[in-house]
Every structure is written in C-alpha cells, then in structure tokens.
Antibody, heavy 119, light 109 residues
Framework: DVQLVESGGGLVESGGSLRLSCAAS????????MTWVRQAPGMGLEWVGR??????????DYAAPVQGRFIVSRDDSQNTLFLQMNSLKTEDTAVYYC??????????WGKGTTVTVSS | QAVVTQEPSLTVSPGGTVTLTCGSS?????????PYWFQQKPGQAPRTLIY???IKHSWTPARFSGSLFGGKAALTLSGAQPEDEAEYYC?????????FGGGTKLTVL
C-alpha cells in the first residue's frame, strides 16, 4: 500500500526553525512529484510548496507566504521528503501534510504533523 | 494571486443530488486548470476524490462525478449517503499558481 508518514512537528518560538520529514513507501518515490499542504486550526487547506523529480527544470516552487523562508527537498535514497522551515511566524501554525502529486500513486496524503509557533 | 471560490455550505437530503462548484477570480475554469476535488472528514487527512476535472481513483464512489459547467469546475454527488457529510475542497493549478478553494461544508440531512 502507498503510505506517507510525516514527522518532525512540534512547538517552536517565533523566528525559529523546524524540519519536517515525510517517509514514503509502497510506490516509486523517486518518480513522483511531492507536495506540502498545510491547514491552520479551523481553517481550510493551503498549498505550501512542491518538488519535482531529480533532473527536472525548475524543481521547486512555493506559495508566496513561505517563499524565501521554506525549502522543500528530497532524498530519493531514503524515500523521504523534507520541509525546512525558517524564520517561523505565528501564522505558520498548522497541521502540515505531505501529498504525492502522482496519479499512478493514488494522490495519497499523509496523516499530517502539527507545528505550533509561539510568540 | 487567483482566488478560488466555493459555496461555504450546502445541504442535501439522503438519496438526493447536489452540485458543488469551484470558480476562479481570473476567469473561467478550464481543463487547463486540472481541477482536483478532495474530501476531508473531521479529524482526518484529506482524501483525493477526483483529478484532472473528472478522473476518479479506484476508491472514489461512483456517485461522485466531476465536470466543467458554466465556467466553473463542478463536483456532483448523486444519491447522497450519510457518510458523504464532509468538507470538500477544490484545487486549481495553472501557470505556476496553485490554489485551494475555501471549502464547502456538505451536510446530509
């Protein structure tokens, strides 16, 4: 079965950094575009950023609110997606989900990891 | 940045039919926006129902269908079941812009 498991969430002070991970299994991770989506408490879904497969042009893109602060990366040898979050703000408080953009992998979502940024 | 609009809430009777829509502030939604529809139940992660306007996954109940209508993407539920009560989000992708709609809370009552 295709599975995505996020980890690395927690409580961090405003201005701090956090690195989220998303462990993938059950599909050819190296062949899949991957995306991070977040959901603030009681709010809707917000697209955060995406990474294409190795060797593709313009490999990453980001939503305006996180551009320049967040970095999406991947380690295909470990089947793992990362989200490096720097200069965190209170408005970054959310559940962060990873998601595979690949239709052949079922567009599966992880269960999410919670990030809380305190002031 | 484009704003994607959805009905905030809709109610459907059990066995009834309802259509949720997804519009864009930049103009008509087309197949080039590759519309997606996601279902999210309280306390759960989202689940992908439909992608590229109308393509279903193997787990998508046959009673759900996607289309384009009147310049918007549409998700039609025919024969609503109690378990279809959930939040539904559309997602549009075009020219580097990727935006979720605000979601529609669907009540089956």
């Amino acid at each position: 079965d295709v599975q995505l498991v996020e980890s690395g969430g927690g409580l961090v002070e405003s201005g701090g950094s956090l690195r989220l991970s998303c462990a993938a299994s059950g599909f050819s991770f190296r062949s899949a575009w991957m995306t991070w989506v977040r959901q603030a408490p009681g709010m809707g879904l917000e697209w955060v950023g995406r990474i294409k497969t190795k060797g593709e042009s313009s490999p990453t893109d980001y939503a305006a609110p996180v551009q320049g602060r967040f970095i999406v990366s991947r380690d295909d040898s470990q089947n793992t997606l990362f989200l490096q979050m720097n200069s965190l703000k209170t408005e970054d408080t959310a559940v962060y989900y990873c998601y595979t953009d690949a239709s052949w992998a079922g567009h599966v979502w992880g269960k999410g990891t919670t990030v809380t940024v305190s002031s | 940045q484009a704003v994607v609009t959805q009905e905030p809430s809709l109610t459907v009777s059990p066995g009834g039919t309802v259509t949720l829509t997804c519009g864009s502030s930049t103009g008509a939604v087309t197949s080039g926006h590759y519309p997606y529809w996601f279902q999210q139940k309280p306390g759960q992660a989202p689940r992908t129902l439909i992608y590229d306007t109308s393509i279903k996954h193997s787990w998508t109940p046959a009673r759900f269908s996607g289309s384009l209508f009147g310049g918007k993407a549409a998700l039609t539920l025919s024969g609503a079941q109690p378990e279809d009560e959930a939040e539904y989000y559309c997602f549009l992708s075009s020219s580097g812009v990727r935006v979720f709609g605000g979601g529609t809370k669907l009540t089956v009552l």
